[in-house]
């Protein structure tokens, strides 16, 4: 009879235990949530607009302006320009709601902040039509910035986000060429054309009998993997050229649109040297190429083209020439 007046008395121990704890826990929500909508109550914001549709705003003279169309952002002046979208989008998330670190109330006149000659001026439409300009003026000690609504007399100081944000031209807000997301160890051959000559290199992938030490063994070979004659002594310089290729990036776009009748201009209608090869990912097989031409102007990076794009990029030369002196390592 104890016993089980015992096993009562914890379970009611446990119920009581679980209440409070689920008493306090409900308590400690709501105490955050009313912390929460406090601050954010207590916030100053210059704007507060949603779903925008319209970006403009001025660079050293340059008006740059940018529409959003069918959800994606496209350069007014024009269409087929390659927009950064997450660049936009962080540009209308900032000005659509510009929270203030301070609303100057009774403060001087706006050219005592610069703002009568504004050194930054951006203007965001919303899905409404409603539209706000907003004015940046002087800069302060710690990297602040004073601003206005045009129109307005009333300033504001806010942070540097927003000016950070417009600071570049076109082409920071150009999206340059991605090439595929591969590792070395994903490329299975490679082919280099240069200087009239073709190298050709397979990879061999076989499972070791002994699997105590790895699962597999990697071998390369030139021209085909039937002959032993073909396997490359070291592996090395092939495991090397394989992380240089799938490490290539562009550094910058020459050309988003070039015609056939452009590549003569940058070395690619007759290509300095060619690079194909093929990799796994997600278990398919894809097959890349890459046209090389003539050194850009200041000779630090090569215009580049790959298979049927419209984009002349640039890769630095550094970078290019460790993919192309591998015949020199075998």
Not at 182 to 194: A, F, H, R, V
Not at 277 to 305: M, V
Request: negative net charge; glycine residues 6%; hydrophobic residues 30%.
């Amino acid at each position: 009879m104890k016993k089980k007046k015992g096993m009562i008395y914890s379970a009611c121990t446990l119920i009581l235990l679980c209440a409070l704890y689920v008493g306090v826990n409900f308590y400690l929500t709501g105490t955050e949530k009313k912390e929460n909508e406090k601050k954010e109550a207590d916030k100053t914001y210059m704007t507060d607009l949603s779903d925008i549709q319209a970006v403009s705003y001025d660079n050293n003279g340059q008006e740059l302006s940018f529409t959003k169309k069918d959800g994606v952002w496209k350069y007014d002046s024009d269409d087929r320009f390659p927009v950064k979208q997450v660049q936009l989008e962080a540009m209308a998330s900032t000005a659509s709601k510009l929270e203030a670190l301070r609303k100057l109330e009774g403060a001087d006149a706006l050219s005592a902040y610069g703002l009568d000659k504004p050194i930054r001026k951006v203007e965001v439409t919303a899905g409404d039509g409603k539209r706000s300009v907003i004015l940046i003026g002087n800069g302060t000690e710690d990297g602040n910035y004073y601003a206005v609504i045009q129109g307005e007399n009333t300033p504001y100081l806010i942070s540097s986000s927003l000016f950070s944000e417009t600071e570049g031209g076109l082409n920071e807000v150009m999206a340059l060429e991605e090439f595929p997301a591969i590792q070395g160890t994903d490329i299975k051959t490679i082919t280099i054309t240069q200087n009239g000559t073709t190298s050709h290199y397979l990879k061999k992938v076989t499972d070791k009998a002994d699997k105590s030490d790895k699962d597999e063994t990697i071998e390369w070979y030139k021209d085909s993997v039937d002959s032993e004659s073909n396997k490359l002594k070291e592996n090395s310089p092939l495991n090397v050229l394989a992380d240089s290729i799938s490490g290539l990036k562009v550094k910058s776009c020459a050309d988003y649109k070039a015609e056939e009748s452009q590549l003569g201009s940058y070395g690619l209608e007759k290509p300095l040297a060619e690079i194909n090869y093929t990799y796994e990912k997600n278990g398919k097989e894809e097959t890349f190429h890459l046209s090389i031409g003539s050194l850009n102007q200041d000779s630090t990076a090569y215009y580049t083209r790959t298979e049927g794009s419209s984009y002349i990029n640039e890769i630095d030369k550094a970078s290019v020439d460790k993919c192309l002196n591998v015949d020199k390592q075998v």
